[in-house]
């Protein structure tokens, strides 16, 4: 079992930047993926970004450019920093650990940006 603590969602002009962390505990082990999606409003839920334990590491286009994931292994946490935020980046987004085969989300974090 895996549990993921998410942190740093909040609300911010465009233009703005924004980190989320997210924690996880339990049966981590050192194979796995970790990363963020995100749920718009009337929206399906959508890929942001992962990045592997090997640092294979994707990004959706909408947020190429704009966003950085990051990993500290040592401490089972994966960051997502955003800078130039837009008003189409509001959602609620979800910390996603994928580790022998199964899916872990977190309990999600709103981000909400102005324009």
């Known amino acids: 079992q895996v549990q993921l603590v998410e942190s740093g969602g909040g609300f911010v002009q465009a233009g703005g930047s924004l980190t989320l962390s997210c924690t996880a505990s339990g049966s981590i082990f050192s194979n796995n993926v970790m990363g963020w999606y995100r749920q718009a409003p009337g929206k399906e839920r959508e890929l942001v970004s992962y990045r592997s334990s090997g640092d294979r590491t994707v990004y959706a286009d909408s947020v190429k450019g704009r966003f950085t994931i990051s990993r500290d292994n040592a401490k089972n946490t994966v960051y997502l920093q955003m800078t130039s935020l837009k008003p189409e980046d509001t959602a609620v987004y979800y910390c996603?650990?994928?580790?022998?085969?199964?899916?872990?989300w977190g309990q999600g974090t709103q981000v909400t940006v102005s324009s």
């Open positions: 996603n650990v994928y580790v022998n085969s199964y899916n872990y």
